[in-house]
């Protein structure tokens, strides 16, 4: 693929927008995979929908929308495009075609799962509702929709407690993140039966890490996804969703900040924020990053990669996503 007059012209106002965190040698090679994906998803109606930690090009690039998994599972809803594309993890890609399950949605890359979601299965779900009869049933939306078909309601880093607060009872079973159920557990009287279940990136940080920056940057912000063990909260600022961090970051502005999370999500926000100082130990999530203009390209030129789920299971695991969006934030 070349990178021609055309494609230059063509993308010259996205890398004006990101040449703080691409250089332009880089840019030569994502530009041409850009243009194309531009063109190729008018002529197709197609939507591409990007989590928050997808990388720049993609973020910046080609996404119609980008956002946390409660925004881009409501987008999903809401899309009158005849193709979903998304760039993110299986899970997500499943809960868009629950909620939009007339329409073709496509995941880039059939790998790219979540350590939260492989960690429990429906039966393992059933298991638990055996052993605790009558006990609410509530999972982070990281879950495979087998795991959500078997589920009161879902509930995502945005608005767990909000969620596990409305069902208004005394104990939940909360899956599969042992540390979001700990979050929770810390944020209201609830007796929570958790899973353990932990995110592989999230659960790199350590509390003396955190110290460490602060001591070093005296007045920076520490900013932490409900993902990280509770002490690396403990020892942070602010937590929430990947939409609520980089919201924080909008709102308060910063001069020095840290944010607990997957890479991408400095690099992403650093363009709209270009006083922030953004101080970068981070972890990459494998998943993520299987997605790449390439493989986005090819997904929608051949219509590969598509979500097929049988109609009972789409039907009861929806129930769980909409009562989740009917709550709200
Ligand atoms: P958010 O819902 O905060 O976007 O988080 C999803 C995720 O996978 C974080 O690791
Ligand atoms: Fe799953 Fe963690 Fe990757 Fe999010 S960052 S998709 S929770 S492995």
Redesign the pocket.
């Known amino acids: 693929m070349e990178f021609n007059q055309e494609v230059k012209l063509a993308t010259d106002p996205i890398y004006k927008k990101i040449s703080k965190v691409m250089p332009e040698i880089e840019w030569a090679v994502h530009a041409p995979y850009i243009h194309k994906i531009n063109k190729l998803k008018k002529e197709k109606n197609a939507v591409i929908l990007a989590?928050n930690?997808q990388t720049p090009e993609i973020y910046h690039g080609i996404a119609d929308f980008s956002a946390d998994s409660l925004a881009l599972a409501v987008e999903a809803s809401k899309t009158s495009a005849d193709i979903i594309v998304m760039a993110?993890?299986h899970?997500m890609a499943e809960t868009a075609k629950l909620m939009s399950p007339n329409k073709k949605v496509l995941l880039p890359d059939m790998k790219a799962?979540?350590?939260?979601?492989s960690s429990i299965t429906g039966k393992d779900v059933r298991l638990l509702k055996e052993k605790y009869p009558g006990v609410p049933v509530v999972s982070y939306v990281?879950t495979s929709a087998d795991v959500k078909a078997e589920t009161d309601v879902c509930c995502t880093s945005a608005n767990a407690v909000k969620i596990v607060k409305s069902l208004g009872v005394k104990k939940v079973i909360f899956l599969p993140?042992d540390y979001l159920a700990k979050y929770v557990a810390s944020q209201t009287d609830v007796e929570i039966i958790s899973w353990k279940g932990i995110?592989?990136?999230?659960d790199q940080f350590n509390e003396n890490e955190i110290k460490n920056i602060r001591k070093n940057n005296p007045g920076i912000k520490i900013i932490a996804h409900p993902?990280c063990p509770p002490e690396v909260i403990r020892a942070s600022d602010f937590a929430g969703s990947t939409s609520g961090m980089i919201n924080y970051v909008k709102d308060n502005q910063p001069k020095k900040v840290m944010m607990v999370?997957?890479c991408s999500m400095s690099d992403n926000i650093q363009v709209e924020n270009p006083n922030v100082e953004f101080i970068r130990p981070c972890n990459m999530?494998?998943?993520?990053k299987k997605i790449t203009l390439p493989k986005i390209l090819d997904c929608l030129e051949n219509e590969t990669g598509e979500i097929i789920m049988d109609q009972e299971t789409i039907e009861k695991a929806r129930l769980s996503v909409e009562k989740m969006v009917a709550i709200g934030r």
Do not use: A, K, Q, R
């Not at 999530?285 to 993520?288: D, I, Q, T, V």
């Open positions: 989590h930690y993110g993890v899970f799962g979540c350590s939260l979601s990281n993140d995110c592989i990136v999230h993902e999370t997957e999530c494998p998943h993520m």
